[in-house]
Structures are given as structure tokens and as C-alpha cells.
């Protein structure tokens, strides 16, 4: 199994309700696509939270069957689709992808 965590720092909104506006699109954005290929088994999305660290303001943390069905959703059209949009609304993206000893 493969781990896959991204991380997103958004662009600063003008204000907070732009800056939540904008988490929420980049959340949608990442529901369009989390069953596109089979194989997927975990896909869990989170969002920066007042009162709670963070030093990203989007994290998507999954987990795949293998690294070719890793592949399969990084190359399938519906994940190409987001890219764009995704790469507008972001500051900076950090990840890291890892084997799963089962």
C-alpha cells in the first residue's frame, strides 16, 4: 500500500471569509476525484482549525491498494481536470508519498 499526504498553504484571501471560501472550493475540489480509480482506500480531507495548530491550510491524507493505482488517479482525467485550479488557489504544496508495511 502506498501513503499519499499533500498539503496546501492557500494564497491569503482578503479577508477570513475569502480565505474559508477558497478551503472550501480546494475541498470540493478534492471530493470530485476521490473515487475516480478503484483502489483508493482511504481519502480523508482536512482544513486548517481556529484554536488548533497548523502550518498548511488543506491536507489530503491517502491511502492506495498500490503504487501503479497511485499512478492510475494521478494521470486519470477527472485528477488532471482540478490541477489547474488547484495550482491558482495555492501559496506553496508539499508531499510525500511512502510504502505501508502491512
Given at each position: 500500500?502506498?501513503?499519499h499526504i499533500v498539503?496546501?498553504?492557500?494564497?491569503p484571501g482578503a479577508n477570513?471569509?475569502?480565505t474559508q471560501a477558497?478551503?472550501?472550493?480546494?475541498?470540493?475540489?478534492?471530493?470530485?476525484?476521490?473515487?475516480c480509480v478503484p483502489g483508493i482506500i482511504e481519502f480523508e480531507i482536512g482544513?486548517?482549525?481556529p484554536?488548533?495548530?497548523?502550518d498548511a491550510d488543506v491536507i489530503l491524507n491517502s491511502l492506495f491498494e498500490d503504487k501503479a493505482t497511485m499512478q492510475a488517479y494521478h494521470v486519470h482525467p477527472d485528477h488532471q481536470?482540478?490541477?489547474g485550479r488547484m495550482k491558482e488557489l495555492r501559496e506553496t504544496?508539499?508531499?510525500?508519498?511512502?510504502?505501508?508495511?502491512?
Open positions: 500500500m502506498i501513503r498539503m496546501w498553504k492557500l494564497k477570513e471569509a475569502q477558497q478551503r472550501e472550493e480546494v475541498v470540493a475540489l478534492l471530493n470530485s476525484v476521490k473515487q482544513t486548517a482549525q484554536g488548533l495548530e497548523a481536470a482540478i490541477l504544496r508539499h508531499c510525500m508519498d511512502y510504502v505501508v508495511n502491512a
